[in-house]
Nanobody, 124 residues
């Protein structure tokens, strides 16, 4: 499975961005999808995840109420809508996939496939 992330950019604090991640080479609907981020000098951290059919989602506390993860299985694409962005959200954002076995994963090591990352920069 190949994952291609896009949609990053430079935005002012309080602004919005929508990240997209398109999958190819596999059956997208069999995978749960997640977004992670890594800021300079920090470890990669979990942001959000969504089950294979989109029925379940989970977010890290710092983005709850501001970010929304969604997916369109017909388009093999997962999205991360980011609103009310803060400078602390600045990072490289990665999409990832793991085989759906009924549990959403929040640990990077549990994911099987990764995209290349897209830079999000929020200016104050």
């Amino acid at each position: 499975v190949q994952l291609q992330a896009s949609g990053g950019g430079l935005v002012q604090a309080g602004g919005s961005l929508r990240l997209s991640c398109t999958a190819s080479g596999g059956t997208f609907s069999k995978f749960a999808m997640g977004w992670f981020r890594q800021a300079p000098g920090k470890e990669r951290e979990f942001v959000a995840a969504i089950s294979s059919n989109g029925g379940s989602t989970f977010y890290t506390d710092s983005v709850k109420g501001r970010f929304t993860i969604s997916r369109d299985n017909a388009k093999n694409t997962v999205y991360l809508q980011m609103n009310s962005l803060e400078p602390e959200d600045t990072a490289v954002y990665y999409c990832a996939a793991h085989w759906w076995l009924g549990i959403l994963r929040t640990v990077a090591g549990k994911y099987d496939y990764w995209g290349q990352g897209t830079q999000v920069t929020v200016s104050s």
